[in-house]
């Protein structure tokens, strides 16, 4: 596991505030660009209060705008074990054209051999697919389906958009467009890259049309990050695995960002981690594989000069991550402004722009 480890170890209760209820925002706004954009400058201490249309002007010819084209599958199936047991399904990564890892809900936890009969919808009386268990895995089981179709196309025609357990609701239709970035090309996330949410194509253009670069990079969120820190030291917690891919055109990117003197704006926590995981030689370097970067006070960041990110939950191993870019008591001092101005908090929330507490 890539950690960094600090003097005095950081308790999880160091990265707590309180958030109303309320503020947990349960849909989109109408626009993607009309949320909230609260500027963030660690090395300064101010906060200005803006809006997502206006990141243009906090942008500079040179600059390199980082993504993430990670594309959501709708993950989340409903059904029961043939003994009549419900059960719900939540498929953590695709391993192959009909094998996934999922998380699977249950009164009994199924063993192998065991057939899950799966529905459309919790509600539905007739059976539409089928998937075997395999074996079980740490906290996953493995799973086969045995139809002709692959199981992208089976959830394509059964499955739900895994919207996070902090929305209170079923997911929507509209979900299948709103819970997806526009840019959104590679399948395998089970959770959006949701600091790209707040991106349209009109934006985008304006960037390139001022002179911002633009690169890709792909990290398939899973759902371990919603799992809660439940360890006291932050440094005894393990960190969730996730796929990414840094390719060599997106190094070549930032090297030529570099040498005109722009700056790397990761577009969202994942984006961050998957630029510091290719750079953990000390040199950013294409990269392909398994990640498990915990980033908390004290790690000295190699790439990003600035991100663009929304707001995380207390205690989350995502506010850690920031608190690490532009301060603890910054952030959290950020965060209270956020909650005084009623921002909208979490995947279809408002967002931030936040620059260190000290130069890469």
């Not at 919603?226 to 796929?243: C, L």
């Not at 001092?333 to 009623?342: F, I, K, L, M």
């Amino acid at each position: 596991m890539a950690i960094a480890f600090v003097d005095d170890a950081m308790k999880r209760t160091d990265f707590n505030y309180e958030l109303p209820q309320e503020l947990i925002a349960q849909y989109p706004l109408a626009e993607r660009t009309a949320s909230r954009l609260l500027c963030a400058n660690g090395a300064t201490g101010q906060l200005d209060h803006r809006q997502f249309f206006d990141l243009v002007g906090l942008l500079a010819p040179g600059d390199l705008l980082v993504f993430n084209n990670t594309r959501v599958i709708p993950a989340r199936m409903w059904g029961q074990k043939a003994s009549g047991g419900k059960i719900e399904v939540l498929v953590e990564r695709v391993l192959s054209e009909r094998e996934c890892l999922a998380q699977v809900r249950a009164s009994k936890s199924p063993k192998p051999g065991i057939v899950l009969q799966l529905r459309q919808n919790p509600e539905s009386t007739l059976i539409d697919a089928h998937l075997t268990v395999i074996d079980r895995e740490g906290e996953f089981f493995r799973l086969r389906s045995d139809s002709d179709e692959t199981l992208l196309k089976l959830m394509e025609r059964i499955g739900h958009m895994p919207l996070p357990p902090y929305m209170e609701r079923a997911d929507e239709a509209m979900d299948q467009e709103r819970y997806q970035t526009v840019y959104a090309q590679r399948e395998g996330a089970v959770a959006a890259p949701t600091a790209g949410l707040h991106f349209d194509a009109d934006l985008m253009e304006q960037c390139l049309e001022v002179g911002v670069d633009i690169g890709f990079v792909t990290l398939h969120v899973g759902a371990g990050t919603f799992q809660p820190v439940r360890v006291d030291n932050i440094e005894e917690h393990p960190m969730h695995a996730e796929y990414l891919e840094v390719d060599e055109e997106l190094c070549a990117q930032v090297t030529a960002c570099r040498e005109r003197g722009g700056r790397v704006i990761a577009v969202g926590t994942t984006a961050v981690r998957s630029l510091e995981t290719a750079a953990g030689s000390g040199e950013l370097q294409p990269f392909e594989g398994e990640s498990d970067i915990f980033i908390f006070p004290g790690y000295s960041f190699r790439v990003v000069d600035a991100m663009i990110t929304n707001f995380h939950l207390p205690e989350s191993t995502l506010i850690m991550l920031v608190s690490a870019f532009s301060g603890r008591e910054f952030i959290l001092e950020a965060y209270a402004e956020a909650v005084s101005h009623q921002y909208r908090f979490f995947s279809y929330g408002d967002a931030m722009f936040l620059m260190p507490e000290s130069p890469r």
